[in-house]
């Protein structure tokens, strides 16, 4: 059913994943009335779509979930360290049920249209099956890396045989038995992915073409006494984390010793002592590598080393020699690409019914009506498997038609660069607010956390304009332009520079390359972010 009449509210939510629903109740517990657009049939966001075999975070479950309700923490408990993706989708769903959020969530519904009206000062925003409204505040949550980008090969409308991307999964899971089976990308997708299939096809065949470099989750079931230590600690460890960024990622578990060396610059121990360091990390598993010391970005020699270190573990893994080259990160940097979490993605390649395509030196020609061709020779399949990756951080708004003052897009805008203020406003667009958003830290942190902590200030910001009597807040272009420098500057000196990777865009042909989230950290991105909000929002104009 569609709704011509528009409807009118104060604030519509665009996303139904950690962040949209969170600000959704936030907003709607400072009594505005707000409605929540999911184009999904459920709530979850990136992890709604991304359910193919193996999804799961590379986060630890304990700290990759929402903080700021005390009813939620003492009701839910985390199964394993590192959530599936079902479980994940399960979370979200009673978070939703307990905080009765559903009623103002429309599934269903992509927005394709969003127009800022000056004269009034509202959006007019409009859903792909024609609903409109109109509210005050546009808030996006529409995910950093949500929108999904197909392999730039030319023909596969042409492949006769199944073919599925990793993040639009379909809701009935495939059924690879029997089959020959190809996979593009081996990021973190494809890294997990890529050992589940292994064990139905009847044949698998990856397709690599940078190989990344990978740690073992080391996952394991979360104990009764896990359980007990997590309740009596939780308060802790997440304030470490608020105030420190000490315990990130992977490490919730890691005693005092190992936290320490992440303070520590790698020259301050012998060769032998960081291999030791490496080694236990190693072991220990999860992403907690390129936190092994505090200068792994900056010190060029030192990023070898660990690369060294992590390119001898594969040849130590990979039985044939040639599979073990294919797989061996070379000629990038330790960091420039998020580091892949998973298990028995290596010991996969040692199957016989798994075989490795390098196409660094011959790319992909071409789909095929029966596969793919590289280097003039064609590989057959019944099912190909793209986890080729997403536009990420900007991709999700760019692709809605967003207007704001004299009719200019969010497109044309960044076509240059994402530029913002704070990763939270953009200029010539006001009264819209982003949630994970370029320019904030987003990705490169724990988003779930950094989500939290904008919807927070995305809140204030708004009771600040209800309680002033203040209907419109644009950003100062002069504060972009600083911050958009300071979130150039942050990477200067390290790796990231030389970077090749969804993280600059690099991966979307066309695409501006620059580093698309601010690299600072979430402590210093606070600072700034409260910084400004004590100084009465200094950089916005508020009217
Ligand atoms: P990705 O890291 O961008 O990887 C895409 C892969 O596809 C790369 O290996 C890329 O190779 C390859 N590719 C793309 N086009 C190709 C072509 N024409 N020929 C050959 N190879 C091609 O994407 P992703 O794996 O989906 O991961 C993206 C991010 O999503 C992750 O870094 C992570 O932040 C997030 N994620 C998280 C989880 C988790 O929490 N566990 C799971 C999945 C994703 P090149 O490198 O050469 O371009």
Redesign the pocket.
């Known amino acids: 059913m569609t709704n011509s009449e528009p409807i009118v509210l104060d604030a519509l939510v665009l996303g139904g994943g950690f962040g949209g629903i969170h600000m959704l109740h936030q907003l709607r517990e400072m009594g505005l009335t707000v409605v929540a657009l999911e184009a999904g049939t459920g709530v979850g966001g990136a992890w709604y779509w991304?359910r193919y075999p193996g999804?799961?975070?590379?986060?630890e479950s304990l700290v990759y979930c929402y903080s700021f309700s005390p009813i939620i923490d003492d009701e839910w408990s985390w199964t394993e360290r590192y959530a599936t993706q079902p479980e994940i989708v399960r979370y979200i769903n009673f978070v939703c049920d307990r905080l009765d959020l559903r009623k103002d969530i429309c599934f269903n519904s992509r927005l394709v249209k969003a127009t800022f009206d000056e004269e009034a000062g509202f959006w007019t925003l409009h859903t792909e099956n024609g609903d409109v409204y109109r509210a005050r505040h546009f808030v996006s949550s529409a995910g950093p890396?949500s929108e999904p980008i197909w392999?730039?090969?030319p023909g596969r409308e042409k492949f006769k045989g199944e073919i599925y991307h990793?993040?639009k999964w379909p809701q009935q899971e495939p059924d690879f038995r029997g089959k020959r089976v190809g996979v593009?990308?081996?990021?973190?997708?494809?890294t997990?992915l890529i050992p589940l299939v292994a064990e139905q096809a009847k044949h698998l065949t990856v397709?690599v073409?940078?190989p990344?470099f990978y740690a073992n989750a080391n996952n394991r079931p979360l104990t009764d006494s896990d359980q007990a230590w997590w309740m009596q600690n939780r308060t802790r460890i997440r304030e470490r984390l608020r105030t420190s960024e000490i315990v990130g990622s992977g490490d919730v578990f890691m005693n005092e010793e190992m936290l320490a060396t992440r303070l520590r610059k790698g020259d301050e121990y012998s060769e032998n002592e960081r291999r030791e360091i490496l080694e236990k990390r190693w072991q220990f598993g999860g992403a907690t590598m390129p936190r092994a010391f505090v200068d792994i970005l900056t010190n060029h020699e030192l990023n070898d080393e660990i690369s060294g270190f992590l390119r001898a573990k594969i040849a130590h893994i990979i039985k044939d020699p040639a599979t073990a080259e294919i797989m061996t990160p070379r000629n990038i940097y330790f960091g420039t690409?998020?580091i892949c979490?998973g298990t028995n993605f290596y010991e996969t390649f040692n199957r016989p019914n798994v075989t490795a395509v390098g196409?660094k030196k011959t790319?992909?020609e071409r789909f095929s009506e029966k596969g793919l061709v590289v280097d003039g020779k064609e590989h057959e399949f019944d099912v190909i498997i793209c986890?080729?990756?997403?536009d990420a951080l900007t991709g999700a708004l760019t692709v809605i038609d967003i207007h704001g003052v004299d009719g200019k897009t969010i497109k044309d805008v960044w076509s240059k660069g994402s530029d913002t203020y704070l990763g939270i406003g953009v200029a010539g667009f006001p009264n819209l607010h982003l949630i994970g958003g370029p320019g904030s830290p987003s990705?490169l942190v724990n988003v779930v956390m950094a989500n939290e902590y904008q919807v927070g200030w995305i809140s204030r910001r708004i009771k600040y304009m209800r309680d002033h009597g203040l209907t419109r807040v644009d950003v100062d272009p002069d504060y972009q332009a600083k911050w958009s420098q300071t979130v150039k500057d942050v990477i200067q000196g390290t790796v990231l520079v030389s970077a090749d990777s969804?993280y600059v865009g690099t991966?979307v042909p066309g695409k501006a390359k620059g580093i698309l989230a601010y690299a600072g950290g979430m402590v210093n991105y606070k600072q700034a972010c409260d910084a400004a909000a004590e100084r009465k929002y200094e950089g916005f104009v508020f009217s």
């Open positions: 991304n999804a799961r975070c590379d986060i890396i392999p730039d090969i990793t993040a593009i990308g081996t990021g973190s997708s494809g997990q397709f073409r940078t990344n690409k998020r979490v196409v790319p992909i986890a080729s990756g997403f990705v969804w991966n």
